[in-house]
């Protein structure tokens, strides 16, 4: 079975701090992704890499950035955290190719105060 | 981009009952997934499904490429079938960026 882990399933952090975010991957997949999930607004793509360090943006990387410096591991970067990144982080990962399916990690709940 | 919408929003069924959800994208895919995301936020591969029909238990789905949508049934639902079911869908190749729906929050009272 695939195994994505995260580091944390509950995170509390003071705004203005640095908070990683770790994605850990065991089935030697190309792709991987961090999303965010709020409250009426469904889960949204922040970055994506489809191979060790290269990464994209998706579609909210604002106060965000990443990190892949080996296959199995991808970092999500708050630089400085603000409460309005109070949210569920979702980490995901997938084989390369058009026809894949994608498989989720446990997910984070990061409170900002 | 690409949209895609879920019906319905929300679901309360009682135990035993069977329901449909639906996922309609508005261009062609070449991947579709449902996922169930469980009450400790937890989503789960229930089907890849980019056409066709499977079936997995008392859960079975449909894609209809041409016509662009998918249909989710679940039989005989049980309380933990209980959650919010997401269609997600893909266009493209190798970077597998997804396009979520917003999700269909089901409900299933004993």
Same mark, same amino acid.
């Given at each position: 079975d695939v195994k994505v882990t995260q580091s944390s399933r509950y995170l509390v952090k003071r705004t203005g701090e640095k908070v990683f975010l770790e994605c850990v991957q065991d089935m030697d997949h190309e792709?991987?992704?961090?999303y965010r999930q709020d409250p009426g607004l469904?889960?949204?793509?922040?970055?994506?890499?489809?191979?060790v360090k290269m990464k994209e943006k998706g579609?909210?990387?604002?106060g965000y950035s990443v990190s892949r410096e080996k296959k199995e591991r991808f970092s999500l970067i708050l630089e400085s955290a603000s409460t309005n990144q109070t949210s569920m982080y979702l980490c995901a990962s997938k084989l390369a190719g058009g026809r894949e399916t994608q498989y989720f990690g446990p997910g984070t709940r990061l409170l900002v105060l | 981009g690409i949209q895609v919408e879920q019906s319905p929003p929300d679901l309360?069924?009682?135990? $035993?009952?069977n329901s449909t959800l639906r996922c309609n994208f508005s261009d062609s895919v070449n991947n579709l997934q449902w996922f169930h995301q469980n009450?400790? $936020?937890?989503l789960i591969n229930l089907f890849y499904i980019p056409s066709g029909t499977k079936q997995n238990g008392?859960?079975?789905?449909t894609t209809v490429a041409t016509e662009r949508y998918s249909l989710l049934y679940i039989s005989s639902s049980q309380t933990t079938d209980s959650g919010v079911y997401f269609c997600a869908v893909e266009r493209g190749t190798n970077a597998g960026k997804s396009t979520f729906g917003d999700g269909t929050t089901l409900t299933v009272k004993p």
């Open positions: 792709n991987m992704f961090w469904g889960l949204r793509l922040i970055y994506f890499s489809y191979d579609d909210i990387p604002e | 309360i069924l009682q135990e $035993g009952a009450p400790w $936020g937890q008392r859960l079975s789905a």
